[in-house]
């Protein structure tokens, strides 16, 4: 069912710090920042040659990674995103398994434009999954 590694998310204190310690210190190609208020983060992505790094950071007061940050004051890895060919036949195969989708449980528009959804990280080995729409 899953596909290819779209991208490996790290959550960060300090959005400005971590872009340029991947551009400048690491050499790596990193966007410019863009605030996905649906979502309640800020993202920058980092291109590889075989997948990306999505530096997260909190935006508004109730954003998800809030706690996470809390937990982990300089940051660390929050998810891995994996594409799927049909959202919805994955989410649903899921959930007759047994796994938690979070949310609404309805896909959304990612950070991509394309739809996501979340799966609980106590149902994957403590790691959260991000489905995207391939
Ligand atoms: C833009 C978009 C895109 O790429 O397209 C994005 O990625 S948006 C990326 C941001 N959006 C999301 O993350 C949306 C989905 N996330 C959520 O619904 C939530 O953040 C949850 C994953 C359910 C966590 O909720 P919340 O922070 O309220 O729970 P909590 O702090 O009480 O944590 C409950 C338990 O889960 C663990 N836990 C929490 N977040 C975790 C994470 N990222 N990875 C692994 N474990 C995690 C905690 O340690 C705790 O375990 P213990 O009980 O053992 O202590
Ligand atoms: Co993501």
């Known amino acids: 069912m899953i596909g290819r590694l779209n991208h490996v998310a790290i959550a960060v204190p300090d959005l400005a710090a971590a872009s340029a310690l991947y551009r400048d210190t690491l ?15 800020t993202t920058v992505f980092i291109d590889l040659p075989n997948t990306k790094i999505e530096l997260l950071g909190a935006l508004g007061a109730d954003s998800p990674i809030g706690k996470f ?17 049909d959202i919805l036949a994955a989410r649903d195969s899921l959930k007759a398994a047994g796994a938690r989708v979070l949310g609404s449980g309805e896909p959304r528009p990612g950070a991509h434009g394309k739809p996501v959804l979340f799966l609980h990280p106590k149902d994957f080995n403590g790691t959260l999954v991000e489905l995207e729409q391939a």
């Open 27 to 41: 050499g790596a190609t990193v966007s410019e920042p863009v605030d996905q208020p649906e979502h309640g983060v």
């Open 69 to 85: 940050l809390a937990r982990n004051p300089d940051g660390g890895i929050h998810h891995l995103c994996y594409e799927v060919d």
